[in-house]
């Protein structure tokens, strides 16, 4: 496998100005953006258990917290994703998680040229399935165009191969993808939330990173090291900040710790 160090510039995106209300159907009216709270604010509440820890007690700590979640159905998660991940500049698209395209809220599906939902975490890996849990948690969930989502199928991350077709700035091969630049340290975020809210405490299989690919239907995801210097590289922007707002007011109610918190992915791992 081959490997690339490539520089970047931060995406041009602004914060949301404006987001659906969903009724059932999205609706392209626009509304006002949630205001992200300070992070003393969510300290001083939210996180308020797992100040000061590190290692296990941070995650153990961090698990319980975002555990205390509404869990969304299957279907559910099509008019949440068009609210998650609204165009800030079209408020009747969505972003599109690896090609960064921007497409209409109406044109999800299965046929080709659709978006579709991406498990970010695959779900065969703990096999999962879509049922209502890690299946349906939105956090590692993200519009996608369809051919491309096949492409990455469940594979690992890592750096190195071929440029995926239609999907300018993304690379697989035969065990791993690696995703556009501007939503690397996206990736390692979702997938590492992932592993600390899914311990196998609660019917589901313990989901853990390792520093593997070819992970198959085990429940980890690699590769950790990349991973963690994604999300050193690519830290959280204005879009998955809001992101992480809007599915803690409107949908699930529990946030992604590492968006808040990115010193914490190497307080833990």
Request: no cysteine; aromatic share 8%; hydrophobic share 35%.
């Amino acid at each position: 496998m081959s490997s690339r160090r490539r520089f970047y510039a931060r995406p041009l995106i602004a914060t949301a100005a404006s987001l659906v209300v969903l009724t059932g159907i999205a609706s392209a009216a626009p509304a006002a953006t949630p205001a992200t709270p300070p992070a003393a604010t969510l300290d001083d509440t939210y996180y308020q258990n797992a100040l000061g820890k590190t290692g296990t007690a941070l995650k153990s700590s961090l698990h319980t917290i975002i555990s205390d979640q509404t869990k969304l159905s299957y279907s559910q998660v099509w008019d949440a994703l068009k609210a998650t991940d609204q165009d800030p500049a079209n408020s009747s698209n969505v972003i599109l998680l690896y090609t960064g395209r921007s497409q209409s809220k109406s044109g999800n599906g299965g046929d080709v040229g659709d978006w579709n939902r991406e498990h970010v975490w695959a779900k065969s890996h703990g096999d999962f399935g879509t049922a209502t849990g890690p299946g349906t948690d939105i956090h590692h969930l993200r519009p996608e165009d369809v051919q491309v989502n096949s492409i990455r199928g469940n594979k690992d991350f890592d750096n190195g191969g071929s440029a995926v077709s239609g999907a300018p700035g993304n690379y697989t091969d035969g065990d791993s993808f690696e995703p556009r630049d501007a939503v690397k340290g996206d990736v390692a975020r979702m997938i590492l939330y992932m592993a600390v809210r899914y311990e196998g405490d609660d019917a589901f299989a313990d989901l853990e990173p390792n520093d593997r690919v070819s992970n198959g239907s085990a429940p980890n995801i690699g590769r950790l090291s990349v991973l963690k210097q994604w999300s050193q590289e690519d830290p959280p922007d204005s879009f998955e900040k809001n992101r992480n707002q809007v599915i803690f007011d409107r949908f699930q109610h529990n946030r992604n710790p590492f968006i808040d918190h990115p010193e914490w992915v190497e307080a833990i791992w």
